[in-house]
């Protein structure tokens, strides 16, 4: 069995506390996708139906339009970080013929590990989504791609659920690639088909044409989770958490200058400071927030801890939700060495299919390393080489590097100026956002 | 018609097509060294890029009309049989069959080179580029034809003219050799950032 | 495909579209048709948002023709609303 990665094992729940053992269970409140309290081990499928109880299963068309009903409903969302409606999806797909379902847990963004938690620890519940995604679309096959740190857990638990009979879906559990752009969607199935996790132009719109040339229909591992519990309890139970626009619960990871970093599952709207709270507060006073990813941005701190945790909350800020990044940057970090570090990460990571990307992130990497460095000149070239740079591939890698790097220098203005100064204010010795080696990339 | 000039006339037909046949060994190498330096941008200085590339296009096009007269004229021409199936299906000649073969494997895999690169649009990158490969085949196969059906290479001149372009086309396959070699570690067709090889960047 | 996202400010004027992956940046495009196409500071073509003006028509089906590796597309321009 597998544990949960390290130092983010422990989370915390937000909300009352479970059902009395004995009764029939009830719809879950918070925490409704991870366990109530930890255990260190992926609850078992006993356990998985003791706390939720059977599956929703699609027994008759009508059933199956009913269920749709309440995906549509409940207004659940990809929790990826696109936050594409799902019900779009699911009934795209489901028009086509011989679809496939995908389970993404890729989770090749180093600083969040939701999926990996989510997957290690109620595999069954990702699972169960996936095979009602496949029940409404009429597909017969789920593909789930973990993380190679959760490909054990998710395993045994599909070997748990026995093999399906005739006619019944098939689960395949894959392990997925490693790298930062290895989590895109096409790339996925790219990885799937042909061995190469990159974006590629071959699937221009995967819910027609995608994997072996069958509609794909591809999900992030929580959203899925969440369409699990919809299917149970349905959509108004889904809408009690969360705010009328942006229902739900969502999975943060929260790290950095906080006490206990760990994987959250918190009502859409919560505000900030609030969870911080809930990861034991902050260990030292923050300075700055980076949110959604490295694909995210910057916020200053007091702009932002006491707005609520949303795509509208955030905007104000410049900021979303997007795959549930909140990294605190104490004050005694430097903001421009954190996002030089993570800017030539994202460089390093590019597939290498496309010019403005391969050679512009690059050349923008190499500009932040010289502003972190104290040389300040290159400012202009770097605002040029940004915009040269912007939506110019053919995902949204290069998109995603540009937007941090303009809230970096937007947030740590501040310390461009002390930097030309000559002095900064980063004291600490050890970076805070985690980039891989060279290594392991 | 008096007798000589009768002769004359039908000496003429061998006479233009041998001498298309010449010209059209120097388009043809023309076409291929343009091509290379198309594909490798060792265009020179502020020539823009689009030159070569068209000027490749454009003289194939030309070639393929001079082919027709270099064909027609050795076929009409009385005094050899080659026949017309000939043209295409190799060795299939009276006249000197391994020469003339060599000409028809030429003109095969011109043909394929040239239909597929009109159709470019239709077939997709992939297909064109695959097919297009051929072309380094068809040169050497058309200048082997010209050194053994022509039989004029004791003329100075046509000598030159030979072995001109087999130097000329020596050059640019070299020069084509070596920038596949230097653009030989970057994935696909592309390079990495410091590894810009000999031309700067341009794959 | 490309970005330059936003609408034409001409709806019905044909737009052009570059394939990212499929283009090496070897800058003929920018020769052929200036008027809509510049190169980034690596090469790599930037393609004005509007449409192609029905002067640069036959111009522009050129430029798309003559890409070596036919990374180049002319699209229908979004039709009047």
Redesign the interface.
């Given at each position: 069995m597998t544990r949960a990665p390290a130092g983010l094992a422990r989370y915390a729940r937000a909300g009352q506390p479970g059902p009395p053992p004995g009764r029939p269970p009830a719809p879950p409140a918070l925490p409704r996708l991870l366990p109530a309290a930890p255990s260190g081990q992926p609850a078992s499928l006993a356990e998985h139906l003791t706390r939720y109880g059977p599956r929703a299963a699609v027994l008759t068309e009508r059933s199956r339009v009913g269920l749709l009903r309440e995906v549509q409903e409940s207004g659940l969302t990809g929790r990826g970080g696109a936050a594409f409606p799902a019900f779009v999806k699911l009934s795209t797909v489901a028009a086509g013929r011989d679809p496939v379902v995908i389970a993404n847990g890729t989770e090749g963004e180093p600083a969040s590990a939701k999926d990996k938690v989510l997957l290690t620890s109620s595999p069954h519940l990702v699972l169960d989504g996936a095979v009602l995604a496949a029940e409404l679309t009429g597909a017969r096959q789920v593909i789930v791609v973990a993380h190679r740190d959760a490909v054990a857990a998710v395993s045994a638990a599909a070997a748990e659920r026995g093999r399906p009979g005739r006619g019944r879906v098939q689960i395949t559990v894959r392990a997925a690639a490693g790298g930062f752009v290895a989590g895109e969607a096409r790339a996925v199935v790219n990885w799937l088909s042909r061995g190469r996790p990159v974006p590629?132009?071959a699937y221009?719109r995967l819910f027609e044409r995608g994997l072996g040339g069958a509609p794909t229909l591809l999900h992030n591992v929580e959203t899925l989770a969440h369409l699990a519990l919809i299917g149970r309890y349905g959509a108004a139970w889904f809408r009690s958490a969360g705010t009328p626009a942006e229902p739900g619960s969502m999975l943060v990871t929260v790290r950095g200058a906080v006490r206990v970093p760990s994987v959250l599952e918190v009502g859409l709207g919560t505000p900030l400071q609030d969870i911080l709270e809930l990861a034991g507060g902050p260990s030292a006073p923050v300075q700055a927030l980076l949110l959604g990813g490295y694909f995210g941005s910057w916020a200053r701190a007091e702009e932002v801890i006491g707005q609520p945790f949303s795509a509208a909350g955030l905007a104000g800020a410049g900021a979303a939700p997007g795959a549930g990044l909140i990294a605190a940057l104490p004050a005694d970090a430097c903001g421009l060495a954190e996002t030089a570090r993570v800017v030539r990460y994202l460089a390093d990571s590019s597939a290498?299919?496309?010019?403005?990307?391969?050679?512009?992130l690059?050349?923008v990497a190499g500009q932040v390393e010289q502003l972190a460095r104290g040389e300040r000149d290159g400012l202009p070239l770097l605002r040029?080489?940004l915009g040269?740079v912007?939506?110019?591939?053919?995902c949204a890698h290069p998109?995603g590097a540009v937007r941090l790097v303009r809230s970096a220098l937007r947030v740590f203005a501040s310390e461009l100026d002390q930097h030309d100064q000559g002095w900064c204010r980063g004291t600490r010795p050890d970076p805070v956002l985690p980039v891989p080696s060279r290594r392991d990339r | 018609m008096s007798a000589a000039a009768s002769l004359a006339g039908q000496q003429g037909l061998w006479f233009l097509s041998r001498a298309s046949g010449l010209t059209l060994l120097i388009a043809c190498t023309a076409v291929l060294v343009l091509g290379i330096a198309a594909r490798t941008g060792a265009a020179p200085g502020r020539l823009p890029r689009f030159v070569p590339a068209e000027l490749h296009r454009n003289l194939a096009l030309f070639c393929v009309a001079f082919l027709v007269l270099h064909v027609v004229t050795a076929l009409l021409d009385p005094f050899v049989t080659i026949g017309w199936a000939a043209t295409v299906l190799p060795f299939l000649s009276g006249y000197r069959p391994l020469a003339i073969g060599l000409g028809a494997l030429a003109v095969d895999l011109g043909g394929a080179v040239l239909l597929t690169s009109l159709l470019r649009g239709r077939l997709g990158y992939r297909r064109w580029r695959a097919v297009h490969w051929l072309a380094y085949l068809a040169w050497p196969v058309a200048f082997a034809h010209s050194l053994t059906a022509g039989g004029d290479l004791h003329i100075w001149w046509v000598a030159l003219v030979e072995w001109g372009c087999g130097a000329a086309a020596a050059t640019a396959l070299l020069a084509r050799a070596f920038h596949a070699l230097a653009h030989r570690g970057s994935?696909?067709s592309?390079t990495?950032?410091g590894n810009r090889g000999l031309a700067g960047?341009y794959r | 495909?490309?970005?330059?996202?936003g609408r034409s400010p001409h709806p019905g004027r044909p737009l052009i579209r570059v394939?990212?992956?499929?283009?090496?940046?070897r800058g003929l495009c920018a020769e052929l048709l200036p008027e809509l196409i510049t190169l980034?500071?690596?090469?790599?073509p930037?393609i004005a948002d509007r449409g192609v003006p029905p002067h640069l028509a036959a111009d522009a089906r050129a430029t798309v023709k003559a890409c070596p590796l036919l990374a180049l597309r002319l699209i229908p321009g979004p039709g009047p609303t």
């Open positions: 590629t132009a221009p290498g299919q496309c010019g403005p990307c391969l050679f512009g690059d050349a040029r080489w040269q912007d939506r110019r591939g053919a998109d | 994935r696909g592309r990495r950032p960047g | 495909m490309t970005a330059a996202s394939d990212p992956i499929a283009c090496a940046g980034d500071d690596w090469g790599f930037m």
